[in-house]
T-cell receptor
Framework: SAVISQKPSRDICQRGTSLTIQCQVD?????MFWYRQQPGQSLTLIAT?????????ESGFVIDKFPISRPNLTFSTLTVSNMSPEDSSIYLC??????????????FGPGTRLTVL | QQQVKQSPQSLIVQKGGISIINCAYE??????FPWYQQFPGKGPALLIA?????SEKKEGRFTISFNKSAKQFSLHIMDSQPGDSATYFC???????????FGTGTRLTVIP
């Protein structure tokens, strides 16, 4: 499976600021996703990062709060904007590679642990 | 609304015992059911997955049992080891859709 890295691994931020999280994959993949995992909770999909077009957001998540870029087939960023303590979570990127024929299989990065004070 | 319900929330098993985690879903369009294992400070790792054309899938000590009519599936960990201590998530999705719907997680502790 693809090797996925995220930067930063963790950060502590002040409310009202923004943080950009990077996700890098060691091979080209068709689909990249961003999830949020609140402390001790399950994972919730934020959006699908589409290469060459705008991201597709799930209900409850908006582009102004979570702008996403996907400039190529191996890289994506998620920005958490105008942060509040409620944004304290682990943010995870995942990938799915249709080209491999392994439909639906998603592989996750190590996550970025964000604390907002 | 929780698309996938998971139980128990936590589980303590003796080394060598069988760990069983259960999940139930409502959407009959789901056709892919993975289990993920997550250690503290790490991202979830795909452990094993099943599609509804089979009722059971086994990989090493890990087995998924699937009951399509009951809309339930479960993970069995045979000969549980302390190294299996982690949080396990079930999930479900349908082919062509991006969203993996996750259960709420089960924290498994295997005591020596």
């Amino acid at each position: 499976s693809a090797v996925i890295s995220q930067k930063p691994s963790r950060d502590i931020c002040q409310r009202g600021t923004s943080l950009t999280i990077q996700c890098q994959v060691d091979s080209q993949v068709t689909m990249m996703f961003w999830y949020r995992q609140q402390p001790g909770q399950s994972l919730t999909l934020i959006a699908t990062a589409n290469q060459g077009s705008e991201a597709t957001y799930e209900s409850g998540f908006v582009i102004d709060k979570f702008p996403i870029s996907r400039p190529n087939l191996t890289f994506s960023t998620l920005t958490v904007s105008n942060m509040s303590p409620e944004d304290s979570s682990i943010y995870l990127c995942s990938v799915e590679d249709y080209w491999s024929g392994r439909f639906n299989e998603q592989f996750f990065g190590p996550g970025t642990r964000l604390t907002v004070l | 609304q929780q698309q996938v319900k998971q139980s128990p929330q936590s589980l303590i098993v003796q080394k060598g015992g069988i760990s069983i985690i259960n999940c139930a879903y409502e959407n009959t369009a789901f056709d892919y059911f993975p289990w993920y294992q997550q250690f503290p400070g790490k991202g979830p790792a795909l452990l094993i997955a099943i599609r509804p054309d089979v009722s059971e899938k086994k990989e090493g000590r890990f087995t998924i049992s699937f009951n399509k009519s009951a809309k339930q599936f479960s993970l069995h960990i045979m000969d549980s080891q302390p190294g299996d201590s982690a949080t396990y998530f079930c999930a479900a999705s349908k082919t062509g859709a991006n969203n993996l719907f996750f259960g709420t997680g089960t924290r498994l502790t295997v005591i020596p």
